[in-house]
């Protein structure tokens, strides 16, 4: 080829080189791939219209939301259709809730596979979006030009297709945050010889097989992320093709040996390694000293119990460094001094941590946030502020100190600290009040002081932090008064909390606040006795807090109006009176609402279908709830809890909960006025966990339909006019129960054997009833009664969350549990005509706390080994016809004697 043909060439191609860039050779859309697009969108939900730009209209689909095409060749290139709003990010939650914003924001439907005619597509982005638990579409394998495919948080289930492996270009696959997606082995990954980054974290990967045959054949692979995917053991992986990873995640799975995989040491180029929620046990092992490129460590929630090794100290590029909650030892090694880069250092709860701060602190310039919380520090907090870094260049963001032993006059202290960003000294016993001086703090961003023993009133200068944006001062001692003038410059702040604490807010009554509030909580201050008029003007907050703030007054009309820009909204143990208006409309996000210890009255109202917590409880409300409960369009069925108990109610309860209740978990009507018999269709309520109907005027048999209820945790229909045998069905349905309270009505017959297989049963009233017979012996199978630290422990705990208390007849008087319930066991059948001897195997139940088995029939002797129910604190044997000796070691119960017994 001869020069002045190049030269030609050379010119043409500059000629289209120029032209490209002058937009004049732009192709735009090709007709099959707009009609591909167009036929993908009709199978598709879009409730907040992001794909409006996808019409016939607009022919070049080019210029579509989310279509990226090449400009010489017109083919769609790219296809990012990725949810805007990322409820796992930081941010999401900053600024207010934004739960129904996403929810809408969301794709949904089926996934069409008009997607194949996308034949150059090399980016397909679908992730945050919602396709109704399908599978992972197998024609997707079949988009051979694919590079990078994001399927993240996508709605996905079932096994991952293995025709995903014929994506032989793929680079980055991210299937991650499909919580029901599984995989059955991996031969199919070895396909994707060129894939760079993997994450497959929530992924089931328990009986997947392969898993390490298939990470040695990605020889480029440089991210894998596999957090949460119940992974038991991974072999060890090939020196040679897993030396060019960079990034590893195993965090919150449980390895079978306990100890971190060997191989983990070998992959020399790690940046980011993130091991921690895996119940890794022993010392900290040396071989991760041979990770000198690691940027990022996090080995905290293990078990981890040995010293602080001395190789950390030669992590000259250490940024991140987390050691929290494990069982770390000793002192805090001077050496820590000489991570220069560190930015993030969080040695927080490990008890066995001690001493002081080292000196060498001084030293970490580049720190930006440090966590000692829950260690034990042998020294005073002046000395703790010794040591912070206080270089030139030094501006610390977060200083966390929450739950330590720490004690003294910390505020005092800080005067030099003028950079801080963040300051976090909560749950503390920091005392003292607060110094005028936390004025100064001028770039102040969040300041969290709650849980501590401050006290003395607040100071004005507080006002002067323009920059504040989160403030936390709940669960102090704090007093006087709070005016407009402490929260003067306050024009940024978005989030407070001051909540228990003996303060009284007082405004100009046309006060209007510089800020605009996203987060309130004031509950146990003092804001009455009118409503505070301020909350007009604060249109972007969701959460409100003003329980037990001294009002005395109706709720204003303009407050009702804007009750649909609240998430949650805790108005309780106040006297606001008035009637409650409807409270409709499903553009409401009102998920939460607590208007509960008031004196609010008429019948209840009709209420959004988004609302899920409803407290109405101990009111003045009255008249049927047949039009709440029945009403088809205005029944919330996404109600979970629903408590309307100790007002002045009425009528029967309404026999409709199937229709429009199929999600409520708990119901709760008792100390009402409720006539008749129970509705049958209570009975399909299948999740149901905590029925309370107790002191009511209720009557007839428990309907046969409860037996679906087999969720039940809590069933107190104590204090009503029931009759009947107690069902068998209750023992053999309910095997996860709990609390059982058939208390004051009129049963009679046996008490049924079947009872005996409520093994989790903690608390038993069937008191002042009519049961007859004698106590059956299989008694003792009440396991959780037999010891405190039973296996129960989470099923209690988690109850706690569902009922709102327990009455139990302790000592002769009614008491209330509910946050110590897990640590509550009781028997009480007293008041029945029981017969027969106590058995013997009553004494094998040594956790419980209270029997009374007293006004029963009962003969014979006090079984001799009655000392060995340990935890006993109520016995009431009285009134039966009891002889003989008090056994030995009797004497330390609280016991109710009778004439009877001593014959």
Request: proline fraction near 4%; glycine fraction near 6%.
């Amino acid at each position: 080829m001869n020069n002045n043909v190049v030269v030609s060439l050379l010119f043409i191609a500059t000629i289209n080189i120029i032209s490209f860039c002058n937009g004049n050779s732009y192709v735009g859309c090709i007709e099959t791939e707009r009609n591909a697009l167009l036929q993908f969108k009709q199978d598709l939900k879009d409730p907040s219209n992001r794909l409006a730009s996808w019409n016939i209209s607009h022919t070049d689909c080019c210029k579509w939301a989310g279509v990226v095409c090449d400009n010489f060749t017109g083919h769609v290139l790219q296809l990012s259709l990725r949810n805007p709003l990322n409820p796992y990010s930081k941010s999401f939650w900053e600024i207010g809730s934004k739960v129904e914003a996403y929810l809408q924001s969301r794709l949904a439907g089926k996934f069409n596979p008009s997607l194949l005619d996308l034949k150059h597509l090399i980016h397909l982005d679908l992730s945050g979006n919602y396709f109704q638990g399908i599978q992972i579409p197998k024609h997707l394998g079949f988009m051979e030009k694919l590079r990078y495919l994001n399927l993240s948080s996508a709605g996905f289930a079932g096994m991952v297709p293995h025709q995903l492996g014929n994506l032989s270009n793929l680079q980055h696959l991210d299937l991650s945050l499909n919580y029901d997606l599984y995989v059955d082995k991996f031969s199919w990954l070895s396909g994707i010889s060129l894939l760079q980054n993997l994450d497959m974290s929530q992924t089931n990967l328990s009986k997947a097989s392969g898993l390490s045959l298939a990470i040695n054949s990605l020889s480029f692979l440089k991210v894998l992320k596999l957090s949460d995917c119940q992974v038991h053991h991974i072999p060890p992986l090939s020196s040679t093709n897993s030396s060019s990873l960079t990034t590893l995640d195993l965090s919150g799975n449980q390895f079978d040996d306990s100890f971190i995989p060997s191989w983990v040491f070998g992959l020399r180029h790690l940046v980011f390694l993130d091991l921690k929620e895996n119940m890794f046990q022993g010392p900290i092992p040396s071989g991760l000293g041979n990770l000198t490129s690691l940027r990022f460590l996090d080995l905290s929630y293990n078990n981890f119990n040995s010293t602080i090794p001395e190789w950390f100290f030669g992590s000259n590029l250490l940024e991140y460094l987390s050691l929290s909650s494990n069982s770390l030892q000793g002192r805090i090694s001077s050496g820590l001094g000489k991570l220069t880069q560190i930015k993030t250092l969080d040695l927080s709860y490990n008890e066995g941590l001690e001493g002081k701060i080292p000196r060498s602190f001084e030293r970490l310039c580049n720190l930006r946030s440090i966590s000692l919380s829950g260690i034990n520090l042998s020294l005073e907090i002046p000395q703790v502020l010794d040591v912070i870094p206080n270089c030139v260049t030094f501006e610390l963001e977060s200083l966390e100190f929450e739950a330590s032993q720490l004690t003294g006059h910390l505020i005092d202290q800080l005067g030099r600290f003028k950079n801080l960003v963040t300051l976090d000294l909560s749950s503390n016993n920091i005392s003292g009040p607060l110094p005028s001086v936390i004025g100064e703090f001028q770039f102040l961003k969040n300041l969290d002081l709650s849980y501590n023993n401050l006290e003395g009133f607040v100071p004005l200068s507080l006002g002067q932090l323009s920059s504040l944006e989160s403030l936390y001062l709940s669960q102090n001692k704090l007093i006087g008064t709070l005016s407009q003038f402490h929260f003067v410059n306050l024009t940024k702040l978005i989030v407070f909390d001051a909540s228990k604490n003996s303060l009284i807010l007082k405004f100009n009554p046309n006060w209007v606040p510089p800020f605009q509030l996203r987060f309130l909580q004031l509950r146990s201050c003092h804001l009455g006795p009118k409503f505070p008029l301020w909350l007009r003007s604060q249109k972007y907050m969701y959460h409100l807090d003003i329980s037990n703030a001294g009002i005395i007054d109706t709720i204003p009309y303009w407050f009702w109006k804007s009750i649909s820009q609240y998430n949650e909204l805790f108005l309780s143990h106040n006297q606001i009176y008035g009637e409650i208006p409807n409270l409709t409309g499903n553009n409401s996000y009102l998920f939460f609402l607590d208007l509960s210890s008031n004196n609010f009255s008429g019948q209840i109202p009709l209420l959004s279908l988004n609302i899920t917590i409803l407290d109405l409880s101990n009111n003045a409300l009255s008249g049927s709830i047949f039009r709440f409960i029945c009403s088809g369009k205005n029944t919330s069925i996404r109600m979970r809890f629903l408590k309307l108990s100790e007002n002045l109610l009425s009528g029967e309860i309404p026999d409709c909960w199937n229709m429009n209740w199929p999600y409520l978990l708990g119901l709760n009507l008792s100390h009402n006025k409720f006539t008749n018999s129970l509705p049958m269709s209570i009975g399909n309520l299948s999740s149901l966990q905590s029925l309370n109907l107790r002191s009511n005027k209720l009557s007839g048999a428990i309907p046969m339909s409860f037996k679906n209820c087999t969720k039940l945790l809590a069933f107190d229909i104590g204090e009503n006019e029931f009759v009947g045998n107690i069902p068998t069905w209750i023992g053999e349905a309910f095997s996860q129960m709990v609390v059982l309270n058939f208390r004051s009505n009129k049963f009679h017959g046996m008490l049924p054997i079947e009872l005996c297989r409520l093994s989790s049963l903690h608390i038993l009233d069937l008191a002042y009833n009519n049961l007859s017979g004698t106590i059956p012996r299989c008694i003792n199978n009440f396991t959780a009664m037999k010891r405190l630290n039973n296996s129960d422990g989470s099923t209690i705990y988690y109850i706690q969350d569902i009922v709102e208390d327990v009455s139990i007849m302790m000592k002769g008087v009614m008491v209330e549990y509910n946050q110590i319930l897990n640590l509550v066991r009781s028997i009480d059948i007293s008041m029945n005509y029981f017969s027969g001897h106590i058995p013997v195997e009553v004494t094998n139940l040594e956790a419980l706390q209270s029997l009374n088995l007293s006004y029963n029939l009962l003969v014979g002797r006090i079984p001799k080994n009655i000392g060995a129910m340990r935890s006993l604190e109520s016995l009431d044997f009285s009134e039966n016809q009891l002889f003989g000796e008090i056994p030995q070691g009797y004497f330390k119960f609280d016991i109710f004697k009778s004439l009877e017994f001593f014959k």
